[in-house]
Each structure stands twice: as structure tokens, then as C-alpha cells.
């Protein structure tokens, strides 16, 4: 059992990683004072854990799986489901899920009757090493990714990696992509661990330590800039042309993981770091995230411009010297514009 703990500027939360620990949520949600406790999980993880879940014997509220439930609508529809429910400001949501689910569940726990307390149970790879913590919840818009949120912290984050047994390849791909990125941006000894394993077999059987390492890059940067004022932007290494490349092409076809590879890679390309790149490059191979590198980035630049990080024309990018260190660059549009396309 790994344990974090994660102190912001009002409270401080922790973060359990252990495998099998869902078995004990039932005890760990029942030593908080609550009057009603709803879970909030998709169709894929309830078809999957049904028994388990059923078994803690809360009411459950099951959304449709994937980022187009991540919206306005299902926020609705889940707020009236609790409210029908009598949900008052002393009950506890707890979000069994990725992503999607926790992002939606935290966004609705920050809300509904002006904040309730909610626990995060992250179940894809991706919500393991990252979005689970940080406090960002949101849902999307018309008019782009995650545009209606605000911070609000879990009161606890309970990580159990048997979950990860049941996730399509895919997605286990995707939440690679992030823990390489915490690795490029924080920590070259985690780069050097990832690389010393064979595969993701092989990973696994050192999960708890690999969760905890990445949770705790993402835990010490959030720390110190809560609000994404600073500091925090460098989680957005390979995000800028990551987004423009999933904007670029149907979901289906490439992973939000794979497109931010793709992204860093070309970053450290534009920036002239080869030799960085050939790692990263030999990492994300071997990983099975990226395999045949030959994109045409001039084609995604529309996307760019698009994109609602950046203020009065200024792009904030986040480039990697040394893997392990990573620093911010402010330019013009039409400045990155000529450097992506030389
Ligand atoms: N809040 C943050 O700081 C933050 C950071 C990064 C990403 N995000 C958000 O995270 C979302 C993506 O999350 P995600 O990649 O976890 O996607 P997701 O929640 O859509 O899950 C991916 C798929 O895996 C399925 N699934 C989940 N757990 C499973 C399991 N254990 N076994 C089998 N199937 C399972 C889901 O049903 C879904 O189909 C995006 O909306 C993104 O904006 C948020």
C-alpha cells in the first residue's frame, strides 16, 4: 500500500494505491458521517464490476461510457436523478470510473446544492496516474473540451490497479502516454525505470510504486500552483499539438495518448532536441503507442489557432531540455506558426 497526501491552499486529501483495495470501499466510505451515498459509474465499468458495486449497496447512477457523455445534458440529467433522491449537503458521490466519470462526478459534486464531498475511484490508467487528483472537473462545451468547470478536490482518492486488468488495450495506451509525460517533464529515473521494463506486463507487476511515482510528480506541481497560473502548465507537454491532432481526426482513429505523444515528439523536433526525441521515440515504441511516425503537422495548425489555452495570441509552450526538466516558452501565433512549419 503507497500513501499520498495531497494539501492544497483549504484542506489536504490523500491517495490510497493498492491493489484490491476496492474490496475495503465499503469501509472506507462508512467511516465518513453521511446520511446517502451515490455512486456514479459508466456502462462498460458497471457491466464489468456489477456485483462488486451492487455489493456496497448504495444507489448507483449509470452514464453512457466515453467523452460524449461528458457534457451539459448528462450533467443535468444526473443532478435531477440526485435530487430526486432527496441528495442533501451531508451525503457523499462517489465517482467509480475514468476520466469521463470523474471529471463529470466532481464537476456535479462541486455544484449540486453548492458543493457536496465526493471520492474519487479512478479505473482507467490514465485517471490512475493523472486526472484523478489536481481538482480540475469540468464538462465540455459546444465549443471545445472542459470549458465549463471550476477546482474542486476529492475528499479521498482510492487507486486500486486490479482495475486495470479489464481496460482495453487502448486505453491502457492512452494513460502511457501520460505516465511518459510525467516522466519527460519531472523525473528521469522514472523514464529510466519505463525503460528497463520489457513491457507492460512487466510494468505492472511494480504498478503500486510506477502509480505512485506519477501521482506524485502531478501531486508536488499542483501543490505548488493549484490554480494553473504557472508551474502546472508544464502538465501540458505535447497537449498543444495533441489536441489539434484529436481535433484533426475522428476519435476512433487515433487515442488521446497517441496524440499526445505524437505532440512531444514534435515539440522536441521543432525545439531541435534530437536526442531526446530518438528516446522518447524508442519508449513509445516499445510501449506499442506510437508506431509508424510519419505525420504531416503543417495539415493540424487550424486547430492550433483554436485552442482555448491561448490568450491575446500568445501560446504558452511547454518544451523539455533534459528529460526530466521542463520549462515554458511564450510566442506569437505567427512566430509558432514559422517554426512548425520551417
Ligand atoms: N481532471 C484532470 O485533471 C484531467 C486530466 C487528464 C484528462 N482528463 C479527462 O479525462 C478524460 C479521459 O479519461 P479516460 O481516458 O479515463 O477515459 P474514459 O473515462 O472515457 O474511459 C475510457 C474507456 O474505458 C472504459 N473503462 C474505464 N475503466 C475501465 C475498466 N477498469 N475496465 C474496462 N473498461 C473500462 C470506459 O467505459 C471508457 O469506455 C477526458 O475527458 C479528459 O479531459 C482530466
Redesign the pocket.
Known amino acids: 500500500m503507497r500513501k499520498l497526501i495531497l494539501k492544497n491552499q483549504k484542506n489536504e486529501y490523500q491517495i490510497i494505491i493498492e491493489k484490491g483495495i476496492f474490496k475495503n470501499l465499503n469501509k472506507i466510505i462508512k467511516s465518513y458521517s453521511y446520511s446517502k451515498c451515490v455512486i456514479i459509474t459508466?456502462?462498460?465499468?458497471y457491466e464489468?464490476?456489477k456485483e462488486d458495486i451492487d455489493n456496497l449497496n448504495f444507489e448507483v447512477v449509470v452514464i453512457e461510457?466515453?467523452?460524449k457523455?461528458?457534457n451539459i445534458n448528462t450533467y443535468e440529467v444526473v443532478i435531477n436523478k440526485l435530487l430526486n433522491m432527496n441528495f442533501n449537503r451531508e451525503d457523499i458521490i462517489v465517482s467509480i470510473?475514468?476520466?469521463?466519470?470523474?471529471?463529470l462526478s466532481?464537476f456535479i459534486a462541486s455544484t449540486i446544492l453548492r458543493g457536496v464531498r465526493y471520492i474519487q475511484v479512478?479505473?482507467?490508467?490514465?485517471?490512475q496516474v493523472?486526472?484523478?487528483?489536481?481538482?480540475?472537473?469540468?464538462v465540455?462545451s459546444l465549443y471545445g473540451?472542459?470549458l465549463i468547470g471550476s477546482f474542486y478536490h476529492p475528499l479521498e482518492v482510492i487507486v486500486d490497479p486490479e482495475?486495470?486488468?479489464?481496460?482495453?488495450k487502448r486505453?491502457v495506451k492512452?494513460?502511457m502516454g501520460?505516465l511518459i509525460k510525467h516522466a519527460m517533464i519531472k523525473d528521469k529515473n522514472l523514464f529510466n525505470l519505463l525503460n528497463e521494463y520489457k513491457s507492460f506486463d512487466e510494468l505492472y507487476e511494480n504498478i503500486e510504486e510506477i502509480l505512485f511515482i506519477s501521482l506524485n510528480i502531478?501531486k508536488e506541481i499542483v501543490e505548488i500552483d493549484e490554480f494553473d497560473k504557472g508551474l502546472r502548465m508544464i502538465?501540458n507537454f505535447g497537449h498543444t499539438i495533441g489536441h489539434a491532432i484529436e481535433k484533426s481526426f475522428d476519435e476512433d482513429f487515433i487515442?488521446?495518448?497517441e496524440a499526445v505523444s505524437f505532440g512531444m515528439v514534435h515539440i522536441l523536433e521543432i525545439f531541435g532536441k534530437k536526442e531526446i526525441s530518438e528516446k522518447l521515440k524508442a519508449l513509445l515504441i516499445k510501449y506499442d503507442i506510437i508506431n509508424n511516425y510519419d505525420y504531416n503537422i503543417k495539415k493540424i495548425f487550424k486547430f492550433i489557432e483554436n485552442d482555448k489555452k491561448i490568450m491575446k495570441d500568445i501560446i504558452n509552450i511547454v518544451v523539455v531540455d533534459k528529460i526530466g526538466n521542463a520549462y515554458i516558452e511564450k510566442y506569437t501565433l505567427n512566430e509558432f506558426k514559422d517554426m512548425i512549419e520551417v
Open positions: 459508466d456502462k462498460n465499468i464489468i464490476y461510457p466515453g467523452e457523455s461528458k470510473g475514468g476520466g469521463v466519470v470523474g471529471d466532481g479512478p479505473t482507467t490508467l490514465l485517471s493523472d486526472s484523478s487528483i489536481g481538482g480540475k472537473v469540468a465540455n473540451k472542459n482495475f486495470l486488468k479489464t481496460l482495453p486505453e492512452s494513460g501520460e502531478k502538465l487515442s488521446h495518448g
